[in-house]
């Protein structure tokens, strides 16, 4: 069966037309979905929310440039809220501010117009949301997409497809949640200043005739009256809603659309969208002649994209939360400079502020916080995170070729770098331990990113000096991450044309390796492991640290053959959906409630296969790419991408919609 497309106001109504295809018509291959209306619903995002902040809920919106907010569809598109955009939700924790602020209500003739009898679509495009409703009297279309980091406009357009005059009146209806909000009412815009932070929701109907408001917080709109109609003919309304955090000035973001072009928002719409799908899509590579791969590759570029949020307070530069849904306060070290990796692929210019973000907060000594949020006062000191901040950079550089970049990061990196080893390396031998300012062994173990991993129940903490500590053991891991970033470090350095910096990095890099390979190798297991201060004693955890040493490349060839069995061993780490956070037949292992003890992490499977390849691995990194994309839940579907899944059943786990889990699979299929 084939659709016929009808083109109308800038988008495409589908009539579906029954052509059967002769047997002996050729078989054609499915071409290559590349543009923007190629990537329909590749994310559920089909919500009607109960309430402002419902305990439990977790609802998939779609959101775009640095906002702060987000829209869905309905939940049922021939139901109560057809052809309605609704939200907005507000992306820093306090949920949604109404259900809708637009209903749209149209009389014809005299007669109300069942919209949702007469729903064709409701879809979500990368960067764009769209409804169709339709009979053989009337068209409604409307469009949503945002124009700014802080506004969204709707287009609306109704056509006459009878053969006869008819008489419209068009309404909207709609309000905040009750309590939510005080709302003020001019002409026709209403503003709700939300109670709990003073954030305000401006909503202006540019085209509309009047607003009538109805009680404390809902609005009527008089769009058109009696508006005669002829056949043929279209109308057309639009509207923006902005979105203002506390202390921001909302005048000058209204002031921005005062006379705003609608067409033009939307053909730039389209041409960015499709500018960013052409970066990451045209190219060769095993998975990009796949529609499959490619339709996923897109599911996780949208998932970074509304998890951008654009500078705000403390914030200086646009970052990106780990995930919109439960990780909505601010800013963390690690996840961001993975996420960058990904935004780089195709949209540079945030990922190099992604970069820049957390060093705006660098401390005098070096450190970088965990965490950082709208109010500094919030901000995590009590640890770092892995030291991945050079190796993100260096990928924001091979996207762009920016050396100024590199000049103007190298050195807050290297300060972050040295701080390792100022704090951090208890005995002074160059091997450095997770540690925390505080003294505990939690924050020692946030500080490794693998919060309560095995290999930490025996831990205990050393003083360094002032507000410095290490645990008591080596960790092959972290010393993995300085091996990497004393190489990346180094090459900066000769782009800069710091060679003798590069030349003591390398040197330094090589003092790691040879420690690595002949002090935190386990020949009885064949894997890599941390290493007790002290004693020597290797702690054995059988989880991902074991195969950092071969994605950092320091591993031999012997050490990355065994690593390698290990990894392919179903009684180890190749189970259903491979490469957990600990061997499936360790007797702590935990699939479901373990965080990292057990579940599938996305990082550690890119890790993970990225080092296969390293050392040559291929057929089997291709085996346990194909086994994680195929049964990771949701992955092939329209369900999230999540932060962890169950090892033995692919089922999703944790936050939706989660950051680094999408940048690392962009990477792993675009093998870049």
Not at 100 to 120: D, E, H, I, W
């Amino acid at each position: 069966m084939k659709k016929k497309a009808v083109l109308f106001c800038g988008a495409v109504w589908l009539c579906t037309a029954s052509v059967y295809a002769s047997s002996s018509a050729p078989v054609t291959e499915e071409p290559l979905s590349s543009r923007q209306t190629d990537f329909i619903n590749l994310i559920n995002i089909k919500n009607v929310p109960t309430g402002p902040l419902v305990r439990g809920e977790e609802l998939n919106v779609f959101s775009d440039m640095g906002a702060w907010s987000g829209y869905a569809l309905p939940v049922n598109e021939v139901g109560r809220y057809a052809s309605a955009f609704i939200g907005p939700m507000t992306m820093d924790g306090n949920g949604w501010m109404a259900i809708t602020m637009a209903q749209p209500v149209l009389r014809v003739n005299g007669k109300t117009f069942n919209m949702a009898r007469s729903v064709q679509y409701a879809r979500y495009l990368p960067g764009r949301l769209e409804q169709t409703a339709a009979n053989e009297q009337l068209g409604f279309f409307t469009e949503l997409c945002f124009i700014s980091s802080r506004t969204a406009l709707v287009r609306a357009v109704i056509e006459n497809r009878s053969n006869q005059p008819i008489t419209l009146t068009w309404l909207w209806q709609g309000g905040v949640f009750p309590k939510v909000a005080t709302c003020s009412f001019d002409g026709t815009t209403i503003t709700a200043r939300r109670i709990k932070d003073s954030l305000q929701m401006t909503t202006r109907f540019l085209t509309a005739s009047h607003l009538k408001p109805v009680g404390k917080d809902s609005l009527l709109v008089t769009e058109k009256k009696d508006w005669v109609l002829q056949p043929g003919e279209r109308c057309t309304a639009h509207y923006t809603q902005s979105i203002t955090l506390p202390k921001e000035k909302l005048a000058t973001e209204l002031g921005k659309w005062e006379s705003v072009n609608v067409e033009r928002c939307f053909e730039d719409n389209a041409t960015r969208w499709n500018r960013w799908l052409a970066r990451l899509l045209d190219g060769k590579g095993q998975y990009l002649s796949d529609n499959l791969y490619r339709r996923i590759i897109v599911k996780a570029m949208i998932t970074l994209n509304s998890n951008w949020r654009s500078a705000a307070g403390d914030l200086l530069h646009d970052g990106s939360l780990p995930s919109y849904v439960r990780f909505n306060k601010g800013f963390w070290a690690w996840d961001s400079w993975k996420i960058a990796s990904g935004n780089a692929l195709f949209h540079p210019e945030m990922a190099k502020d992604e970069m820049r973000t957390f060093f705006d907060h660098q401390a005098a000594n070096g450190m970088i916080a965990d965490y950082i949020g709208r109010n500094s006062a919030s901000n995590n000191w009590r640890d770092s995170k892995p030291p991945l901040a050079t190796w993100g950079t260096m990928n924001v550089y091979r996207a762009t070729g920016d050396k100024e970049f590199i000049a103007e990061m190298f050195p807050k990196l290297l300060k972050y770098h040295r701080w390792w080893y100022a704090d951090r390396d208890h005995d002074g031998n160059g091997i450095c331990e997770y540690g925390s300012t505080d003294g505990t062994l939690i924050a020692a173990a946030w500080e490794s990113g693998m919060d309560n991993a095995v290999r930490f129940d025996a831990a205990k903490m050393l003083r360094n000096g002032e507000g410095a500590w290490s645990m008591n053991q080596e960790s092959v891991c972290l010393n993995s991450f300085l091996y990497m970033d004393k190489q990346l470090l180094a090459e900066m350095a000769d782009l800069l044309g710091q060679k003798e910096t590069a030349k003591q990095l390398r040197e330094e890099a090589e003092k790691i390796g040879n420690y690595v390979r002949t002090q935190m190798f386990d020949p009885a297991t064949g894997a890599f492991c941390d290493r007790r201060l002290g004693t020597g004693e290797l702690i054995q955890g059988m989880g991902p640290e074991c195969w950092l040493p071969l994605w950092a490349g320091i591993a031999n060839k012997a050490q990355a053959k065994s690593v390698m069995e290990i990894m392919m061993d179903p009684t180890m780490f190749n189970s259903t959906l491979p490469l957990g956070t600990l061997a499936v037949s360790h007797p702590q292992f935990c699939p479901v409630r373990g965080y990292w003890r057990g579940p599938v992490w996305v990082d550690q499977v890119y890790f993970g296969i990225v080092g296969l390849q390293r050392y040559g691995f291929k057929k089997e990194a291709h085996m346990l790419t194909e086994k994680f994309i195929r049964n990771a839940q949701g992955l092939i579907g329209d369900k999230p991408i999540h932060e962890n899944y169950n090892p033995l059943t692919g089922e999703t786990q944790h936050a939706s919609n989660f950051g680094w889990s999408s940048a690392l699979i962009m990477k792993l299929l675009l093998d870049r």
